[in-house]
């Protein structure tokens, strides 16, 4: 299986900072990379598809990159709805397998 | 617009059974691949199964291969999840999960609220 490790496990940030979400997984995946948000209680939302195309309806502010193995979610300007949990998740291959979650808190 | 909702989760002791349903609505759900994607207490996300458009195709995790089953009604636009030999470990919300392809891609774009499954004696 591929495994996906994310970093860091949890951050504190205050509104209007910029957070840097980073994904590595454990062998290459070209850009086959879903990033993910989720608050207490809900379901997870798609949030960015193929390593950096943003799904419709999703605030410019978040944007992803990278390709092979290393992989960013940035959010440029955080927004008191942006504190929730947020995981990478590779589409490669049949076994999809998540990061283990960065949790982003209120500083 | 789009809707997935879960039934059929509660309390089973280990090794007894349960089926969960996912009822879908607002889109063509005979076009999508769909997944059951589970989430224990406190814990991350971890895929569980995933069955095709058609239903010709089916995935399941090791974890859950051999015990679960998954298919879909077309014509009733229901997803199942036949989950038998449940273990302790087993205990999470299942979530029903939109692919965003037919074949099944791996882009989960809409979710269901999720169904809680409880093993334990």
Excluded at chain 1, 1 to 23: H, K, N, Y
Aim: hydrophobic content about 30%.
């Amino acid at each position: 299986d591929i495994q996906m490790t994310q970093s860091p496990s949890s951050l504190s940030a205050s509104v209007g900072d910029r957070v840097t979400i980073t994904c590595r997984a454990s062998q290459t995946i070209s850009n086959y990379l879903n990033w993910y948000q989720q608050k207490p209680g809900k379901a997870p939302k798609l949030l960015i598809y193929a390593a950096s195309s943003l799904q419709s309806g999703v605030p410019s502010r978040f944007s992803g990159s990278g390709s092979g193995t290393d992989f960013t979610l940035t959010i440029s300007s955080l927004q008191p709805e942006d504190f929730a949990t947020y995981y990478c998740q590779q589409s490669y291959n049949t076994l999809w397998t998540f990061g283990q979650g960065t949790k982003v808190e209120i500083k | 617009e789009v809707q997935l909702v879960e039934s059929g989760g509660g309390l089973v002791q280990p090794g007894g059974s349960l089926r969960l349903s996912c009822a879908a609505s607002g889109f063509t759900f005979s076009g999508y691949a769909v997944s059951w994607v589970r989430q224990a207490p406190g814990k991350g996300l971890e895929w569980v199964s995933a069955i095709s458009a058609s239903g010709g195709s089916t995935y399941y995790a090791d974890s859950v291969k051999g015990r679960f089953t998954i298919s879909r009604d077309n014509s009733k636009n229901t997803l199942h999840l036949q989950m038998n030999s449940l273990r302790a470990e087993d205990t999470a919300v299942y979530y029903c999960a939109k692919d965003s392809e037919g074949y099944g891609s791996g882009t989960f774009d809409y979710w269901g609220q999720g169904t809680l499954v409880t093993v334990s004696s």
